[in-house]
């Protein structure tokens, strides 16, 4: 009978109705939380640094500048502070970017292998201050070409061994490692022998802002936004991104890439 028929397609359209409303309201009061936890990160993360400068350009103006050697100690933990502001603005602004869809990628032909050299050219010097030794497996003597965002992909490795170095133990070492797997695939590794991670940590690591130990890495700089950058480019990619880790052994980053030939 085309009336009752014509109600039960009536019930079902409501409660389709009833239950997209909800969903939507439900994902809607989910990223009111998130907007109001990152806007609450953002400026804990900003208040650090300027309150240093802060209290170094005042005690400054107190007088201390009168001595040569204090203030030129001052002006320089100033500086520091501003570097580190500029540093968090600079990946806020990529996050930002990144999260809106409003980098595009610029897929190209290059050399993963001679991007990994020259990335580890870049951080030698910094992993000697810590006596880390950087290792690429010479076994690479031939290019592997891959399909990806080169800058990007340059960036990826960059804030990974740079984590690595800063989360690695004295006279450690940091190793890069690539290898093919089927379907066009290379996976690159990025493995220390640091401090490692807690389990119960791991899934949360890629979150913006998320610090392990928030007054250690803190000594260590940075801005707990690093692995969410990593995140978002490699998932753009459509790769993916693993970590292992274990608790004073070490951690192991990877993601896949696509191969050209
Ligand atoms: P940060 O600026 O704090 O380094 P990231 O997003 O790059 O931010 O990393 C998030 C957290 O993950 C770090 O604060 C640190 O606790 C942990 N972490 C990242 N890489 C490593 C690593 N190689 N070894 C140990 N811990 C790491």
């Known amino acids: 009978k085309p009336i009752t028929t014509d109600m039960v397609t009536l019930t ?24 109001k936890e990152f806007l609450g990160n953002i400026s804990h993360e900003l208040k650090t640094p300027l309150f240093t ?23 320089d933990r100033a500086s520091k502070g501003v570097e580190r502001l500029i540093f968090i603005v600079n990946d806020l602004d990529m996050i930002t970017k990144l999260e809106v869809g409003d980098l595009s990628l610029k897929i190209e032909e290059f050399d993963i292998v001679e991007l990994v050299s020259n990335v580890f050219e870049m951080f030698e010097m910094k992993a000697s201050k810590k006596r880390i030794t950087l290792t690429f497996d010479r076994l690479y003597t031939e290019p592997i070409y891959v399909n990806a965002d080169k800058e990007r992909i340059q960036q990826v490795l960059t804030n990974l061994i740079v984590n690595s170095i800063k989360y690695g ?11 093919n797997l089927i379907k ?32 250690g890495s803190r000594k260590e700089g940075g801005s707990g936004l690093g692995l969410a950058i990593v995140k978002h480019i490699i998932e753009a990619h459509d790769e993916k991104i693993y970590v292992e880790s274990d608790l004073g052994v070490g951690s192991e980053f990877s993601f896949t890439l696509e191969k050209t030939k």
């Open 12 to 35: 079902q359209e409501i409660d389709k109705y009833a239950r997209d409303k909800k969903y939507e309201i439900e994902s809607l009061q989910v990223r009111e939380e998130y907007r």
């Open 184 to 215: 066009n695939k290379v996976i690159v590794r990025v493995t220390d022998n640091g401090e490692g991670i807690t389990q119960n940590n791991i899934p949360r690591l890629f979150e913006r802002f998320y610090r392990v130990d928030r007054s």
């Open 169 to 179: 133990h004295d006279k450690g070492t940091t190793e890069v490692s690539i290898e």
């Open 53 to 75: 400068v802060q209290s170094y350009i005042l005690t400054l103006i107190d007088g201390a500048a009168d001595d040569k050697n204090i203030r030129e100690k001052y002006l």
